[in-house]
């Protein structure tokens, strides 16, 4: 586990932020510009150093009472928005300077980086002939060649553009699927966090107020992110069957089976999905003589009204609501008319599936496309 403490004031900045996650996987550090995100960051890594503080990664105590380690003690790869590499020195020569900068014994080599990453193609270019994208593929592999206990990332996409963002997104997921490294990844991008992350913790103020499994934070009615303009549900799945013929794949998810286009790796791949509320319909039977092919029942556990006349409907997959959380987005006249309530069983109709999964193509797979609602 990581278990972190910090209180104090930092110039004009209180924080007061606790929380204990798992010490493996991509615990997301979510909110709003100036909500203390990357000062947590910084505690963590030793550079800001709080008096009423405790840190504590994978039973080794990093800072509790008198006991501070200093930064270059803390076995830390630190990723900054800005890529950071040594002008005068090749790709090859930066990333041998964090072999260098190790004084453990190398658990992750040069060559399972370069593969990871992809920069074998990269390696003889002086760093201002790289884009963005590739900066930062090298600034992480740089990181990692250090052999940290711990990867800090902090806004690692936000200075680059929509096309370098897409570049470097599957390489991200790539480490998570490969290295058992715990990362902490600071972002106020949603979509990054849903598509990485496991855990979430939701910052405001300088406060933590939630953390947890990501699946259960996006649809917990007392936190904001359900009242999001786009609020969606992550559901972790796994590849059961592959049809050639039709180009699709099946994946069971706890309380159903979910078909969405495309090959998504063999049997027993387990890959991530992402489900607007807006793609998902409510019905009390399956759906006849449509192109939708995902209905699933499911059941209502509540519903929260916008002041956009639309209706945010909790829902848990399977017949007695044993399954994974999920959301739809209805009008109020359709919630109204249609007698919903809380506690019945329904049909879910999923129009539309993006895969967010380690390991996946930069393109968004889809479910079918449906031509009726």
């Known amino acids: 586990m990581i278990e972190a403490a910090f209180r104090g004031r930092l110039g004009s900045f209180d924080l007061d932020a ?3 996650v ?29 008096r009423d503080g405790r840190l504590q990664v994978n039973g080794e105590t990093w800072q509790a009472g008198r006991r501070f380690v200093p930064p270059h003690r803390r076995a830390v790869g630190y ?14 020569d930066n ?11 190398a658990r992750i080599g040069l060559n399972e980086v370069v593969d990871l990453l ?18 930062q593929r090298v600034a992480i592999g740089r990181a990692l060649l250090s052999q940290p206990q711990l990867l800090l990332m902090d806004e690692p996409l936000s200075a680059l553009d929509r096309v370098s963002k897409e570049e470097i997104l599957p390489y991200l997921e790539r480490l998570h699927a490969s290295l058992s490294i715990p990362v902490i990844y600071v972002s106020h991008d949603i979509a990054e966090v849903e598509r990485l992350a496991d855990t979430l913790v939701l910052m405001e103020r300088g406060r933590v107020r939630a953390s947890g499994p990501i699946a259960g934070l996006l649809a917990d009615p007392a936190l904001p992110l359900i009242h999001m303009p786009q609020p969606a549900a992550v559901i972790d799945g796994q590849v059961i069957a592959r049809d050639a013929r039709y180009g699709l794949t099946d994946l069971r ?14 049997i ?45 409907v909790r829902l ?36 539309a599936v993006a895969l967010a999964a380690p390991g996946a193509a930069p393109e968004l797979a889809q479910a079918p496309p449906a031509h009726t609602a």
């Open 18 to 20: 606790e929380f204990r």
């Open 22 to 50: 798992p010490g493996q996987g991509i615990t997301a550090l979510f909110g709003a510009s100036g909500s203390g995100k990357t000062t947590v960051l910084r505690a963590i890594a030793g550079l800001a150093r709080l």
């Open 79 to 92: 990723v900054f928005q800005e890529a950071s590499l040594f002008p005068h020195l090749s790709v090859e």
């Open 95 to 105: 990333l041998r300077f964090g072999l260098r900068r190790s004084r453990s014994t």
């Open 118 to 135: 992809g920069i074998a193609p990269l390696f003889d270019r002086p760093t201002a002939m790289l884009s963005g994208g590739e900066r």
């Open 253 to 266: 998810v706890p309380g159903g089976v979910v078909t969405v286009q495309g090959d998504l790796g063999p």
């Open 268 to 312: 027993g791949r387990r890959r991530r999905l992402r489900i607007p509320a807006s793609d998902v319909s409510l019905g009390r039977r399956a759906p006849q003589d449509t192109t939708i092919l995902n209905a699933l029942p499911a059941r209502i556990e509540g519903a929260e009204e916008t002041a956009a006349h639309q209706v945010v």
């Open 316 to 351: 848990r997959l399977g017949q007695r609501g044993e399954g994974a959380a999920l959301l739809a987005s209805v009008s109020l006249k359709s919630w109204d008319t249609l007698g919903l309530r809380v506690g019945e069983t329904v049909v879910a109709r999923l129009k």
